[in-house]
């Protein structure tokens, strides 16, 4: 009777043990559910946040690449009719004024000012890992290398550049060239803004410094091989970039509801 109680005691006891267990158990599950359900509201709330502002900053981008793909190539129209001038006459102590009217414009250079803060926190602080597509992070990894090249490429333009100017200042009175060095490319490439002074210029006859003739022709191999390099640039990797951004702008919109 005495081992039957206290077999009776010790199986209670077990079984009270083992719902306190249970019991347990289940409150440490439930909470790491609950954890990871909060954590997954948490990283999904930081995607729309990221997805939102990477969206208007790539729609920025665009608007950069289209700017930067009229001026370039109004630079590149520059070029070519220089290029048709000089080969059209034998430049000696003259050229006519609109030579120096297009010779402005061979120095300018579109640098694409990125709006970059969004795309570098994402990479460079491991949060991509917050965007769940695959095809997403890889196009953002893609522009985001693409974005690298151009910014190179743009640097690299900029120091050709140098050439061109020294080149130019060997050939175009200071006195005359001052004067159209105040056209501002942002205005010109969209038409040209007539102007009493500058036009009457353009249709006169104007003087080149005393020597010049000699680097008419380096002066005009600077800027055709400027337009060749500008050439891939405006044709293949701007509009590229383009596409991308675009690509990611359609994958943000679709994948968090965004207008």
Request: aromatic share 14%; with cysteine; glycine share 4%.
């Amino acid at each position: 009777m005495e081992v039957h109680a206290h077999t009776h005691t010790a199986r209670k006891k077990w079984t009270h043990y083992f719902w306190e267990f249970i019991m347990l158990f289940l409150a440490v599950f439930c909470g790491f559910l609950a954890e990871n359900q909060r954590e997954h509201i948490v990283e999904h709330k930081r995607a729309n946040e990221y997805a939102k502002s990477l969206l208007n900053d790539l729609r920025e981008d665009t608007s950069e690449l289209r700017r930067g793909i009229h001026q370039t190539k109004f630079i590149m129209s520059s070029i070519d009719s220089l290029v048709s001038i000089a080969s059209s006459m034998k430049i000696n102590e003259t050229v006519p004024g609109i030579f120096y009217y297009y010779s402005k414009f061979t120095f300018n250079g579109f640098r694409i000012d990125w709006s970059k803060s969004t795309i570098d926190q994402l990479i460079q602080s491991g949060n991509l890992r917050y965007f769940r597509n695959k095809d997403l992070v890889g196009a953002i990894n893609v522009y985001y290398y693409m974005q690298g090249i151009i910014t190179s490429q743009n640097q690299s333009d900029f120091t050709h550049r140098d050439k061109i100017m020294e080149s130019r200042n060997r050939i175009l009175q200071s006195r005359y060239y001052s004067i159209f060095a105040q056209l501002k490319i942002v205005n010109e490439e969209y038409g040209h803004i007539p102007s009493p002074q500058i036009d009457s210029l353009m249709n006169m006859p104007l003087p080149l410094q005393k020597g010049a003739a000699t680097y008419i022709d380096e002066f005009i191999n600077y800027i055709t091989d400027r337009k060749w390099r500008l050439n891939s640039i405006v044709e293949i990797i701007y509009p590229r970039a383009n596409e991308i951004a675009l690509d990611i702008i359609n994958m943000l919109i679709k994948e968090y509801y965004l207008k």
